[in-house]
């Protein structure tokens, strides 16, 4: 008992957790700050990766969109529904009726 007295009564030892409890908790550095800048580095160098790969994929869409002009008319019509003067387009919207409800009528 006395032994461990003298160990935890000397100052340099007090000295040196001391400076380690400042590392870990009070310094702007301290390791538990370090521990969620690299988990906020790791999500950020995801984001990263995934963002350049989208720019690859767009740019791929977009040379292929304006390479040809039958691709660019193919979009325009899919997406935009724009048709030729001499054209009439007819967009047909079928109306479904879940199938739960036509299940599920009030018995009379």
Do not use: C, G
């Not at 009070?26 to 989208?54: F, G």
């Not at 967009?91 to 018995?107: G, L, N, S, T």
């Amino acid at each position: 008992m006395l032994q461990l007295k003298k160990w935890l009564v000397n100052k340099y030892i007090l000295a040196m957790a001391l400076f380690i409890a400042m590392l870990f908790f009070s310094d702007k550095n301290s390791v538990m700050d370090q521990v969620k800048l690299y988990s906020q580095y790791n999500k950020v160098k995801a984001e990263h990766i995934y963002y350049t790969s989208e720019i690859d994929r767009a740019k791929t869409a977009y040379n292929e969109l304006f390479s040809n002009d039958k691709n660019l008319e193919k979009f325009a019509r899919e997406k935009y529904l724009m048709k030729r003067d001499d054209e009439d387009v007819y967009v047909i919207i079928e109306d479904k009726k879940p199938i739960a409800d036509e299940q599920q009528q009030p018995a009379e």
